[in-house]
T-cell receptor
């Protein structure tokens, strides 16, 4: 079974509008972390936001927020006020267990295109 | 604050050859992970190094090996290259005692093409 599922291969959004990128995950661990990364065409993975499994509040970082629904095992990324520079691939990733020794498992990504 | 650096940027090799990729972690980080990203896919975990030892490994053959040096920098070695090894190789660094997030920060990657 896929551990991270991103069902939207591609998304379009108008500049200045909000967009939600979907991510569902599968784990039997009680402690885990969920991450979103942005990958522009240059290739570098840029960290955006983190949500811990025990965090009671949804994470926010500037225009990025994470809609964490633990019972549904979903961790959707919301980008508010889209900008042209937001056009990129977006990856959801999970780290199971505790501490940084655990590998990240990535989804297949969503390509976001922001239109003027 | 220096970020994660990788060298070389691009590399072209032929089947059967060997390649070494290099990574310097973000300043203050002590843990290095390597990922392989094939075209159109998400990155896949190869292995992670901490205190100069490999402490977790993904589903990759022994042709993939690595090393971490006392200054925390790392190398990824791939022997007997196959066409399927063509990919973007990403290095990520983190801090073992970085708190609950232990976020991995990635370098720009090395694009390897095997002909």
């Amino acid at each position: 079974a896929q551990k991270i599922t991103q069902t939207q291969p591609g998304m379009f959004v108008q500049e200045k509008e909000a967009v939600t990128l979907d991510c569902t995950y599968d784990t039997s661990d009680q402690s885990y972390g969920l991450f979103w990364y942005k990958q522009p065409s240059s290739g570098e993975m840029i960290f955006l936001i983190y949500q811990g499994s025990y965090d009671e509040q949804n994470a926010t970082e500037g225009r990025y927020s994470l809609n964490f629904q633990k019972a549904r095992k979903s961790a959707n990324l919301v980008i508010s006020a889209s900008q042209l520079g937001d056009s990129a691939m977006y990856f959801c990733a999970m780290r199971e267990g505790t501490k940084g020794r655990r590998a990240l498992t990535f989804g297949s990504g969503t390509r976001l295109q922001v239109q003027p | 604050d220096a970020g994660v650096t990788q060298s070389p940027t691009h590399l072209i090799k032929t089947r059967g050859q060997q390649v070494t990729l290099r990574c310097s972690p973000k300043s203050g980080h002590d843990t290095v992970s390597w990922y392989q990203q094939a075209l159109g896919q998400g990155p896949q975990f190869i292995f992670q190094y901490y205190e100069e030892e490999e402490r977790q490994r993904g589903n990759f053959p022994d042709r993939f090996s690595g090393h971490q040096f006392p200054n925390y920098s790392s190398e990824l070695n791939v022997n007997a290259l196959l066409l399927g090894d063509s990919a973007l190789y990403l290095c990520a660094s983190s801090l073992e005692r970085g708190g609950s997030t232990d976020t991995q920060y990635f370098g720009p990657g090395t694009r390897l093409t095997v002909l």
